[in-house]
């Protein structure tokens, strides 16, 4: 059964930074594109950004463009998302998620395994 678990998440003033984590188990991460989405209270769950498989392209945002890095470590089989200069409109829950299909360039319906989710709250 795959699991995957964010952590990381916290409180933080507007402009900092945080790192949040994502461990899966159940399955070697090496073949597959993770992503990361956010859902903020009373709206819908959104895409924040996404690492291919190979780990040689990622993809963001406008929102979060330049800004947010996603990265991975398929040793520690453990995706990343580096938040800097972070917004009080970024608070929300965030999730990381995976698609099903290894050796895949998933669209954002295609992320259909979900971690529990981490909450990252930004004071202004």
């Known amino acids: 059964q795959v699991q995957l678990v964010e952590s990381g998440g916290g409180l933080v003033q507007a402009g900092g930074s945080l790192r949040l984590s994502c461990a899966t188990s159940g399955r070697t991460i090496s073949n597959y594109a993770m992503g990361w989405f956010r859902q903020a209270a009373g709206k819908e769950r959104e895409f924040v950004g996404r690492?291919?498989?190979?780990?040689?392209?990622?993809y963001y945002a406008d929102s979060v463009k330049g800004r947010f890095t996603v990265s991975r470590d398929n040793a520690l089989n453990t995706v990343y998302l580096h938040m800097n200069s972070l917004k009080p409109e970024d608070t929300a829950v965030y999730y990381c998620?995976?698609?099903?299909?290894?050796?895949?360039?998933?669209?954002?319906?295609?992320?259909?395994?979900w971690g529990q989710g981490t909450q990252v709250t930004v004071s202004s």
């Open positions: 690492i291919t498989w190979s780990g040689g392209r990622t």
């Open positions: 998620a995976s698609p099903r299909r290894p050796f895949t360039t998933p669209q954002v319906d295609d992320f259909v395994l």
